[in-house]
Every structure is written in structure tokens, then in C-alpha cells.
């Protein structure tokens, strides 16, 4: 009998990369992980065929230490996925909303919350993470101790919806990307906006090397969507790169800045060719708007 597929992620059941599974894999069975190291490690021990990471957040930018962890990991990203962060106060069977004097969640979720937690005079306590925090407020069973997490973190834990929505910022947004062992075979889209590649490189120790690495992409038409560097092992002298460029490899334009950047740097790897999320069309045509 075969195993069901199984995605792992970081936190516990309820976290809201448990949510962004659910979302964009929901054939798949959710693996909690302790850690984002121990999430990678159950799909390349074969525990979970996929991995779900988040990358960054439209409200605190990029989540620390994924970068560092994506082109070591030894997987490939497959999809991206964004998930709209939702927050909600959650209470006890039968609590109210003026019972509420103190709220627990991960810190990060405390910050965003701060207007609706003045208004209501509620007190603010750090939690070891959103669902954990729920998880704590179910056992304790006090109504005057609420959580901020998600709905699906109230259905598991047993908790009401006592304010729905509270963030501050209307747009909180997460970018996630699901990573498995083997690369993604997709054929280039009608659209280099379909497609995305993400990649990691190091410039040489040249004048001007960024400068001249990144020309092919401008003088090809090429649209690069993200451009990230970040420390080496703590060393200030050694820097690397993470970027994204709407296109497949494949397509004439993409090659030919890839063959250039290759002119120019010690390393490069592609971590991944994957279809782009319907929300980036979404958020252009806001823009244009």
C-alpha cells in the first residue's frame, strides 16, 4: 500500500503555512515540523513529498534565514503560492468579546493587530506562535484569554470567531513556495509573465561585476521581479544573490542573460522554473488601476 502524499511544513496544525498547504495542495496530508531545517529534511528523508516555506511578507519583508536555506537544501521549487493573513480573535466556547483582556499569538501577529487590541483595551502576551497560542488558550479554558491565529486554527482547537479580520494592514500578504526533490518539467508559458525562474549566483571579484552581470537581463527584455543578497557563512566580502525573472529558461531572452550572468559570476543555480501565482496578475492590475 502506497503512502498518501504528504506535505511538511514549519510550525503546528492550524500555523498558517498549514493553511497555505491546505490551500494549494489539498490532496495533500499536512506533516507539522518543528523547524524549516526539519521540514526540508522530511522530504528528503521521504517523509513528505512536498515542503511548503515562506519567503517573505508583504508587511515585515523576507523571512529570515530561508535564503540561506534554499540553494543548500537540495530541492527544487515547484510552485508559489500567496496566502492573504487573515487574523482573527479567537476565544472559548461561549466567551465574548468584552470578556476578552488579553490576546496571545507570535509576536509578529501582535504588531499587526495593534489598532483593534487599543481600542478594546486588551492586553498584549507573546505566545510561542500563532496556532501554539490557540492551542494554549483552548487548554486553559478562560474566557478573558483569547488567541490571534486563523479560522482553521479555531476549527482544530476548538475555539470562536470573537473578531474576524482585525489586522491593520488590509493587504498582509505571504508569499510561500512548495519545494520537492525533483525539478519541475514545465514547457515556457504564452506569456514570459507565466512562468517564473528563480536563481542564486555570486559575482565575481571584479569592478563593476553586479552592474555587468545584470545588463544581459535589460538588454534582452528579460524582467527580473526580485533581486536579494544576503551574507556567506558571516563573511562581509562574500555575498550572494537571489533573484527571480518572469520567463523560462528555455525562451531565447532568458538563456542568453543567463549565458551572460554566467560570464560574470563563480556560481549559479537555478532552485527553480514553476508557474506563476495568479496573484501576481491580480496585483498588476491593481497597480494599473
Do not use: W
Not at 22 to 45: I, Q, R, S
Not at 157 to 169: C, F, K, P, T
Amino acid at each position: 500500500m502506497s503512502r498518501p502524499r504528504t506535505i511538511s511544513f514549519q510550525g503546528v496544525l492550524g500555523a498558517y503555512s498549514h493553511q497555505a498547504c491546505a490551500e494549494a495542495f489539498p490532496d495533500h496530508l499536512p506533516l507539522p515540523c518543528n523547524t524549516f531545517e526539519g521540514a526540508v529534511a522530511a522530504v528528503k528523508e521521504g517523509r513528505a513529498d512536498l515542503v511548503m516555506l515562506p519567503v517573505e511578507n508583504s508587511t515585515y519583508g523576507r523571512v529570515a534565514d530561508i535564503h540561506h536555506l534554499l540553494p543548500d537544501s537540495g530541492l527544487h521549487i515547484r510552485a508559489e503560492h500567496f496566502l492573504r493573513v487573515h487574523i482573527n480573535l479567537l476565544g472559548v466556547k461561549g466567551a465574548k468579546l468584552d470578556d476578552v483582556r488579553v490576546a496571545m499569538s507570535h509576536t509578529v501577529l501582535l504588531g499587526q493587530c495593534r489598532a483593534f487590541l487599543r481600542s478594546h483595551g486588551i492586553e498584549r502576551r507573546a505566545g510561542p506562535d500563532t496556532a501554539g497560542s490557540a492551542e494554549i488558550v483552548a487548554k486553559q479554558g478562560d474566557p478573558a484569554i483569547a488567541a490571534l491565529a486563523s479560522e482553521l486554527a479555531g476549527e482544530i482547537y476548538g475555539l470562536e470567531v470573537l473578531a474576524r479580520h482585525i489586522e491593520d494592514q488590509s493587504n498582509n500578504t505571504t508569499r510561500f513556495l512548495a519545494m520537492a526533490p525533483e525539478a519541475g518539467r514545465i514547457p515556457p508559458g504564452e506569456q514570459p509573465a507565466d512562468t517564473i525562474t528563480s536563481f542564486v549566483f555570486r559575482v565575481r571579484n571584479i569592478p563593476a561585476a553586479l552592474y555587468k552581470a545584470m545588463g544581459g537581463f535589460a538588454t534582452n527584455g528579460v524582467n527580473m521581479v526580485k533581486l536579494e543578497s544576503y551574507m556567506v557563512n558571516g563573511h562581509f566580502t562574500a555575498t550572494q544573490f537571489y533573484a527571480e525573472v518572469e520567463g523560462h529558461p528555455d525562451e531565447p531572452p532568458v538563456a542568453r542573460a543567463l549565458d551572460e550572468l554566467g560570464y560574470f559570476t563563480t556560481r549559479l543555480q537555478i532552485l527553480g522554473v514553476y508557474p506563476a501565482h495568479p496573484y501576481r496578475k491580480e496585483q498588476k492590475l491593481e497597480l494599473e488601476e
